[in-house]
Nanobody
Framework: QVKPVESGGGSVQVGGSLTLSCVASGGRGITNCMGWFRQAPGKEREAVATTWTGGLNNWYSEAVKGRFTISQDSRRNTIYLQMDSLKTEDSGMYYC??????????????????????WGQGTQVTVSS
């Protein structure tokens, strides 16, 4: 069973940057399909970015496109989320998810959005003005 573990959250001012990390342990071999979601108080969990090994199938939500960058170190089953130009609306709990059974990069984003993967406990991001 894959277990994602997030780190790197914290507090930052508007316009600042943070980098989140997520290690997916416990799986067999490389977990190719991983992503980031977030949830603000009183709101539903939303997809932020997803990635497939190699980076050719990266997906970003419109809210973060151009400001966030997802990357992957497949040898370490680790993904990162570089968050720049942060806004107050980026605040929330950020969750990492990993789906070890997806076999195609074109299906990775859809599978994660359907909640098929394993989830981490989350890391808090707070952006203040």
């Amino acid at each position: 069973q894959v277990k994602p573990v997030e780190s790197g959250g914290g507090s930052v001012q508007v316009g600042g940057s943070l980098t989140l990390s997520c290690v997916a342990s416990g799986g067999r071999g490389i977990t190719n399909c991983m992503g980031w979601f977030r949830q603000a108080p009183g709101k539903e969990r939303e997809a932020v970015a997803t990635t497939w090994t190699g980076g050719l199938n990266n997906w970003y939500s419109e809210a973060v496109k151009g400001r966030f960058t997802i990357s992957q170190d497949s040898r370490r089953n680790t993904i990162y989320l570089q968050m720049d130009s942060l806004k107050t609306e980026d605040s929330g709990m950020y969750y990492c998810t990993a789906d070890p059974v997806v076999i195609s990069g074109t299906h990775c984003s859809t599978a994660l959005k359907m909640g098929h993967g394993y989830w981490g406990q989350g890391t808090q991001v707070t952006v203040s003005s």
